[in-house]
């Protein structure tokens, strides 16, 4: 009974030691913390704390002790730069220079004074003509013409087809009508401004009983003709004298002394070139033995002239 006594008494002073033993570890808030072997744990408050030996310190979790960083060097505050003025280099003494002068050109021998004329005064050129720009219609000046080469020492060169009707009176015979187209080939030449010397050719066929038996004409007259502008166009009228040739089937050639007066006007085409229209009123006298006048009474012409 006694040895069952003390078995219980060991095994209860057993029990209380391991219950003590388990109540100490799990009550203990540093069990388990080395403070990473470079500290000691403390409890404060119930928290476990690290005091970490001299040259380590705490990490983020605050139970590690981990070494301490460097210390940073203190950087010195930046001082203000002062200005400093430059050295000015010390003044030299000026030295005088005398000047250069300049060399002297060789004079030229004095040459002996030749007498001038004196100069004549210049008399300034008249003005041009004004020209009324306003109007393409505005009658020009004789000596400056506008619209077609009209001026001294112009050529001209041209001609005009002319469908004339004609009539013949004779001593003790009736009067005879009949009808031509003309050909006329015409060279002037102007001798002053709008003042034209011009020939002019002759090839003329004839119908009627004024031409009967008498196939063709030929003939030439010399004449002037004086221009005047109207306008846009040119007025003209003239007198021309002339010789002109039937030649008859049987018999001698009929020839007749011609008198015209050219009367018409000119439609510039341009500065060189016009249209010719007008009518050629014509008187023939016989010659020699024919002792007939024949009066041409012109329908009207038609032409091209050119001036160069």
């Known amino acids: 009974m006694r040895l069952a006594l003390l078995t219980i008494a060991a095994a209860n002073a057993l029990l209380m030691c391991i219950c003590s033993s388990a109540i100490a570890q799990v009550t203990d808030p540093c069990t388990g913390i080395t403070c990473g072997g470079y500290g000691n744990c403390l409890v404060q408050n119930g928290s476990p704390v690290c005091v970490c030996y001299q040259g380590y310190t705490l990490d983020q979790t605050g139970i590690n002790c981990v070494p301490a960083a460097p210390p940073q060097p203190i950087q010195p505050a930046p001082q203000p730069q002062q200005y400093q003025q430059p050295a000015q280099p010390a003044p030299q003494p000026q030295q005088y220079q005398e000047p250069v002068q300049p060399a002297q050109p060789a004079q030229p021998a004095p040459q002996p004074q030749q007498y001038q004329q004196p100069a004549q005064p210049t008399t300034p050129a008249p003005p041009p003509p004004a020209v009324d720009e306003a109007s393409s219609y505005s009658v020009q000046t004789v000596d400056q013409p506008s619209g077609l080469m009209l001026t001294a020492g112009t050529m001209q060169l041209g001609g005009y087809l002319a469908l004339v009707y004609g009539q013949i009176s004779?001593?003790?015979?009736?009067?005879?009508?009949?009808?031509?187209?003309?050909?006329?080939?015409?060279?002037?030449?102007?001798?002053?401004?709008?003042?034209?010397?011009?020939?002019?050719?002759?090839?003329?066929?004839?119908?009627?009983?004024?031409?009967?038996?008498?196939?063709?004409?030929?003939?030439?007259?010399?004449?002037?003709?004086?221009?005047?502008?109207?306008?846009?166009?040119?007025?003209?009228?003239?007198?021309?004298v002339g010789m002109e040739v039937f030649d008859y089937d049987e018999g001698d050639p009929y020839k007749y002394v011609v008198v015209a007066v050219p009367l018409g006007f000119l439609i510039p085409l341009n500065y060189h070139v016009a249209i010719d229209i007008g009518i050629l009123p014509t008187m023939l006298f016989g010659l020699g033995g024919v002792r007939e006048t024949v009066i041409s009474i012109p329908v009207g012409y038609l032409g091209v002239q050119g001036y160069f």
Not at 217 to 237: E, P, R, T
Request: charged share 20%; hydrophobic share 45%.
């Open 170 to 240: 004779m001593e003790g015979m009736d009067r005879r009508n009949g009808a031509s187209i003309e050909v006329l080939p015409t060279f002037g030449y102007f001798m002053i401004d709008n003042l034209e010397l011009k020939l002019n050719l002759i090839i003329a066929k004839g119908f009627g009983q004024y031409f009967e038996d008498s196939p063709w004409d030929v003939g030439a007259m010399i004449g002037i003709k004086y221009h005047l502008q109207a306008g846009s166009a040119f007025f003209y009228i003239g007198a021309d």
